[in-house]
């Protein structure tokens, strides 16, 4: 069996998602994929749910498939590089040189037909379309897991590094999975779709569907673990990136339907707390103080005071005290990150 792409899920608590996740990859036009599924420790039927799903589909086998169960959650980072240095790096050596690609597929995500073939395209089409050249990572278009609401559509960030995700909450009108068909050849004029572009340049995607080059993956390190338990890691890697003048994408043929805030509701208290500590955490290892007191400061001030909500105030407090006792580490973390990525930029 032909491998070329590693695809890694990494799950926790996620009985309810799974199975269709597993399902919809499975059922994918794209063949040509390792499927590892690492599982956080889960408490519910998890795993189960797995090894049922590996029993019943002929389409998965040793050859393409393998669960690794954690004795303890160590978050979505970790997980991710444990696959690709711990498994792959030491069990399955002879897999290393036949991965060109590397896709992140959360639990909870549902997979379109050619989403994963509309993924790896653009990569594949690099050296011969112009406007593709230097793509590092693509994300897709993800939808409402019930309804035709844009949920992710590549994002931005603002100077302080507040993200938003781009056309969130809009209505898709007319959708179906034939609007999304895959363009085998793409030219400047596939890159329009009934006025809409079927490629367009992002400040970063979501790990919830994102696909990057393995070699420049495994290359930079990973992703940084200190990004715990979630949030901020995907953007981390898309900044490393464009410092060595790598392009982010998002594929609007690249679909799938996603159920939001499976493992930490949305806009709860502890999404806050995770968030705003890793935020700054982002801005510290990758931006210098020039940075900090020039764009940071001034754009942090304007929206605590325009637009922070109260209940956001304590997990700010605690954001900026946690980033202010590790910052002595975090320093050293952008020490390492910048030499990794010289390196990377005299190849």
Same mark, same amino acid.
Not at 15 to 33: P, Q
Not at 304 to 330: C, E, G, H, V
């Given at each position: ?183 085998? $050849? ?10 809409? $572009? ?150």
């Amino acid at each position: 069996m032909e491998i070329e792409t590693l695809i890694i899920i990494v799950t926790y608590n996620s009985e309810g998602f799974i199975e269709d996740c597993l399902k919809s990859v499975t059922a994918s036009s794209y063949r040509k994929w390792f499927l590892a599924v690492i599982d956080n420790n889960s408490i519910d039927n998890t795993i189960k749910k797995i090894k049922e799903f590996k029993n019943s589909y002929i389409e998965v086998s040793p050859r393409n498939f393998k669960l690794i169960k954690l004795k303890k959650n160590i978050g979505f980072s970790a997980a991710i590089n444990y696959a690709i240095f711990n498994f792959i790096g030491k069990k399955k050596k002879k897999l290393l040189n036949r991965i060109k690609y590397l896709i992140l597929v959360n639990p909870d995500l549902y997979l379109f037909k050619n989403t994963l073939s509309n993924l790896i395209l653009p990569f594949e089409l690099r050296e011969h379309t112009k406007d593709l050249k230097g793509v590092g990572a693509v994300g897709g278009l993800i939808l409402d897991y019930n309804k035709d609401i844009i949920q992710h559509a590549g994002g931005k960030v603002k100077s302080n590094l507040i993200t938003r995700h781009v056309s969130y909450g809009k209505k898709l009108s007319r959708f179906s999975d034939s609007n999304y068909n895959r363009v085998e $050849k793409l030219t400047k004029g596939d890159i329009e779709k009934n006025g809409t $572009k079927v490629l367009k340049e992002v400040d970063y995607i979501t790990g919830a569907l994102f696909a990057t080059d393995f070699t420049i993956f495994s290359e930079v390190g990973g992703l940084d673990t200190g990004y715990r338990p979630a949030y901020y890691e995907e953007l981390d890697y898309c900044i490393k990136l464009k410092k060595i003048e790598k392009k982010i994408m998002v594929s609007y043929n690249a679909v799938s339907r996603h159920f939001e805030g499976a493992s930490v509701k949305k806009f709860s208290r502890n999404f806050y707390k995770f968030y705003h500590k890793n935020r700054l955490r982002c801005v510290a290892v990758n931006f210098g103080f020039l940075y900090f007191f020039k764009e940071f400061l001034r754009e942090e001030l304007r929206w605590i005071k325009s637009s922070a909500t109260r209940d956001q105030k304590s997990a700010l407090a605690y954001a900026y005290f946690i980033n202010f006792i590790f910052l002595p580490y975090n320093l050293i973390v952008k020490i390492k990150n910048y030499f990794i990525l010289q390196k990377l930029r005299l190849k």
